[in-house]
């Protein structure tokens, strides 16, 4: 048998207030991925890429 000190119940937690750790964990991994670079998506396709040619150039042998 417990003895409550309280007058009345307090209200349920609300929704953010039981999930706040979980919703700010992902969002977390979330900004940390985008800002690692582990989201390449799109942007990998659309960069250039640099194919160097090679070039016959002639360089002095010192004899």
């Excluded at 991925?33 to 360089?59: K, R």
């Amino acid at each position: 048998m417990s003895v409550r000190f309280v007058i009345s119940d307090p209200p349920p937690p609300t929704w953010w207030a039981k999930n706040k750790v979980v919703v700010s964990s992902i969002a977390g991994v979330l900004l940390g991925l985008w800002f690692g670079g582990g989201f390449t998506g799109s942007q990998a396709a659309t960069c250039p890429t640099v194919n160097p040619s090679p070039t016959a150039t002639s360089s002095p042998t010192g004899h």
